[in-house]
């Protein structure tokens, strides 16, 4: 789909080794506020395709734009070559999104029966779909409960057994974790290993470095409507710090004097810790020394790789969840 | 404590714009209505259209048609209005009546054959014939009224008569006039007549008292049928808005939990889902509409199977009305509590002008007229048609198409607006 203002321009007929989902320079704006400035992705086949970004940061809307929930004033969307507004695209795609967009009112199979039956599906093929959405779920014993009576991760994965009861190839999903318990998070898990194992491609947003750690190959972090950093985890962390390492310590005290000591060795204060990058892990040494010289009483002390955490921080100056 | 818990209450109702709405302006919206239709209305008091077929052709007769024609309150026709610029012939009785039960005029007067030789009736048994009055029996105010004026035009209007058959009644009891008091009684009313011709229109009132003009009154459509049809199509059709209101609110809901957009972003095209809605809305008012008369039926004996091809017709056009006016409301509104307030305030104010609360036949004509832009009217109208009229469900053509297109222009205005919920 070729984007500018409202006008759309169908994209030539695929060719077989078309990319799952192919984002080009996506533009957004409300108003006079841009929300997403110039995102381009590439989704491969049985990818899982993180963007990690803050509340705010444009995740969701790049989402939207993607399933033609808002218009872009600019850019291309492309699945398996096709216009992203064509009937081909809308039945390859899948989105989870973040609210739970499901009927209250109806009963977990009612609900799955409908909205299969808004992507066309009908007869056998809407019964069976319906059947393995509950399986994948593990909401079989739920399926004649009504949706406002499960429990919140119940109604995620209701939230997400909707959004692929048509069995799409490329699957969007929407921080599906948001306001879970861990044990359920687990299971959603599970379920989005499921998926990748059946060859699903598929891109999750989340604020949850964890979450993108755990399931993403490779990630894109997003920050004021742009993608700053694109690669696998490794790659993030060494263009971000090569082959540094993090010091994390922690002083005993709250004095002026701590700070004004970690600011002069090259540190940064976070919460009740002093973070340090070195080179070489023998630097630790020298650095604790030099701490216990001018007086320090160190409480505790870890040496690790930096985190996707630490790359945003090092990105933007700002923590993930400011 | 307490005026921390008012403080907290005005505050909250300050920021509750659908509250305030429906505190202030609907009370306001709804005095100016009875106000208009009780109170302040002296110039316009509701007119009563009455035919007057005059089988007798004489003087008096012509005396009194005139008379009654410049009566205020009174829309008197003698004769249907043109049709295509061809004038019409004017009313029989048979004609007239035939308007009466169509709902076309309220009251039909017939002045028989050989009224004018005897007008006046002093007495009951004085072999006056008498004017035939055709009413419905749905409208109670109307025949008193038409009543009423004819027995203040036959004193006014015909003094001469007046005078005759008093002297004649007088000389009875009296056992005679002197060829003295003869000739100056002659004289005088030579006189009086004079003056008549003269001045034909003057509204005279004459001295005598106690004449009055035979009247038989009949009821040409209703004597045997059950008013409940009336309140069962005004009370029905105004739940209806309501009910469809409040279910096109489902739009709204569905567009805060995000259904609406996942919905979108499947197959299903925003017309294709206010489609699917209206059909829903339409097929609940219609339900809801049988359930209403098939109640009437049992509990009120209302004549309902032999009125099932109407009920069906005029029932599906109402319910396709409302439950695209739904639409309507529930696009126009950003909120649940919005659509409340409006919804609230637009259809109680079109229950009231359209008929809903109160008979439009005795509302003033202006908001008589104002009540026509209400689907209550046109249903209500349509109702009628049905049970009270036995009209055949040719008749029900104005209804149906104003019925219709009125749903079809508030749906295309609904699809327009709710582009808004197509990208957001």
């Known amino acids: ?322 | 404590m307490i005026y921390a818990i008012v403080l907290t209450a005005i505050k909250a109702l300050r920021r509750d714009r659908a509250a305030l709405a429906l505190s202030f302006m609907l009370p306001v919206a709804f005095f100016s209505i009875f106000a208009a239709i009780f109170a302040t209305q002296h110039n316009s008091t509701p007119k009563i259209s009455l035919i007057v077929v005059d089988q007798d052709q004489s003087t008096a007769s012509h005396q009194l048609v005139r008379a009654l024609e410049h009566e205020a309150s009174l829309i008197v026709s003698e004769r249907p209005a043109p049709k295509n610029k061809v004038a019409q012939p004017d009313y029989t009785a048979a004609t007239a009546e035939a308007s009466v039960k169509s709902g076309d005029s309220q009251i039909a007067l017939i002045i028989p054959r050989d009224f004018g030789k005897n007008p006046i009736s002093f007495g009951s048994s004085d072999g006056s014939p008498s004017i035939q009055m055709l009413n419905d029996s749905s409208d109670t105010i109307a025949p008193q009224m038409v009543g009423g004026l004819l027995q203040k035009v036959g004193m006014s209007a015909m003094p001469s008569v007046m005078a005759q058959k008093g002297s004649e009644f007088t000389g009875q009891f009296i056992g005679g006039f002197t060829p003295q008091q003869k000739k100056r009684m002659e004289e005088n009313l030579a006189q009086l007549k004079e003056q008549e011709k003269s001045n034909p229109d003057s509204d005279t009132s004459s001295a005598s008292g106690g004449g009055v003009i035979a009247v038989q009154s009949r009821s040409v459509i209703g004597e045997k049928k059950n008013l409940v049809c009336f309140y069962a199509a005004g009370i029905g059709v105004m739940f209806l808005l309501f009910t469809a209101s409040g279910s096109a609110g489902s739009l709204l809901d569905e567009s805060d939990s995000g259904t609406l957009d996942r919905v979108l972003s499947s197959h299903v095209t925003m017309t294709t889902l206010l489609a699917g809605k209206l059909a829903f809305n339409t097929l609940l008012a219609f339900t809801q509409l049988v359930v209403m008369f098939v109640w009437a039926w049992a509990v009120f004996h209302l004549d309902f199977h032999n009125h099932l091809a109407g009920f069906v017709i005029i029932g599906l056009c109402t319910a396709f009305a409302v439950a695209a006016f739904g639409m309507l409301l529930a696009s126009m509104c950003r909120t649940r509590a919005q659509l409340g307030a409006v919804s609230t305030l637009l259809i109680l104010t079109m229950s009231a002008l359209g008929g809903s609360m109160f008979p439009r036949n005795l509302m003033p004509l202006a908001m008589q007229k104002a009540g026509m832009f209400t689907i209550n009217a046109w249903a209500i109208d349509g109702f009628t048609k049905v049970f009270w009229r036995d009209l055949p469900v040719s008749a029900l053509a104005p209804q149906i198409a104003v019925l219709l297109g009125v749903g079809t222009a508030l749906f295309l205005v609904a699809r327009r607006l709710a582009r808004r919920w197509e990208f957001s």
């Open chain 1, 1 to 322: 789909m070729t984007l500018g203002g409202s006008m759309a321009t169908v994209l030539a007929a695929p060719v077989s080794t078309a990319l799952p989902l192919e984002v080009t320079s996506l533009v957004v704006s409300f108003g006079a506020v841009k929300a997403v400035e110039g995102v381009s992705l590439q989704l491969r086949a049985g990818e899982c395709l993180g963007l990690l970004g803050p509340n705010g940061a444009g995740k969701s809307t790049v989402i939207r734009g993607i399933v033609g929930r808002v218009l872009p004033d600019a850019g291309t969307i492309a699945v398996f070559g096709f216009s992203a507004s064509s009937k081909a695209a809308r039945e390859a795609l899948g989105w989870i999104p973040q609210e739970l967009a499901v009927y209250p009112r109806l009963t977990s199979s009612e609900n799955l029966f409908s909205f299969g039956r808004y992507h066309g599906l009908s007869g056998s093929k809407l019964a069976e779909a319906v059947a393995w959405c509950l399986d994948w779920a593990a909401l079989q014993d739920k399926a004649d409960e009504l949706a406002k009576n499960l429990s919140g991760g119940m109604k995620r994965r209701l939230n997400m057994a909707a959004g692929i009861i048509h069995r799409p190839r490329v699957v969007l999903m929407d921080e599906p974790t948001v306001g879970v318990d861990p044990q359920s998070r687990i299971r959603i898990f599970e379920m989005i290993e499921n998926l990748r194992a059946q060859g699903t491609s598929i891109v999750y947003t989340t604020h949850y470095m964890e979450e993108a750690e755990q399931l993403c190959d490779r990630i894109a972090i997003i920050d004021h409507g742009r993608i700053i950093a694109l690669g696998t985890k490794e790659d993030l962390v060494h263009n971000a710090f090569g082959s540094r390492s993090q010091v994390t310590a922690r002083f005993a005290g709250t004095s002026p004097e701590i700070a004004a000591w970690v600011e002069r060795r090259g540190g940064r204060i976070s919460g009740p810790n002093a973070e340090f990058s070195i080179e070489n892990s023998t630097e630790v040494v020298a650095l604790l020394k030099d701490a216990a010289d001018d007086g320090l009483e160190l409480a505790d002390v870890s040496l690790h790789r930096p985190t996707l955490e630490s790359v945003f921080l090092h990105l933007t100056g700002r923590e993930l969840r400011d």
